[in-house]
């Protein structure tokens, strides 16, 4: 269970890493809506609910 947590925490991390990534260069290039979903993301995961599957694929193929 603790294995768990720690694997959970540790991907809870890199996804507010990508996210925050994601947001500066959103912000940089004034693309309000990836910001928005980005913002989503946050509130979201902060919140402990799941983000939303449209906005996580704003989030993942922001550099793509």
């Known amino acids: ?5 720690l694997c959970s925490a540790e ?3 890199h ?4 996210v ?3 947001l500066d260069a959103a912000n940089d290039l004034r693309d309000t809506a990836a910001v928005e979903a980005c ?3 946050i ?3 902060l919140c402990g609910i799941v983000p939303a599957f449209d ?3 704003v989030v ?4 793509r």
């Open 1 to 5: 269970m603790i294995v768990d947590q």
């Open 11 to 13: 991907s809870h991390s």
């Open 15 to 18: 996804l507010f890493d990508v």
């Open 20 to 22: 925050w990534s994601v």
């Open 39 to 41: 913002r989503r993301v």
């Open 43 to 45: 509130d979201a995961s």
């Open 55 to 57: 906005d996580m694929n």
């Open 60 to 63: 993942f193929d922001f550099f």
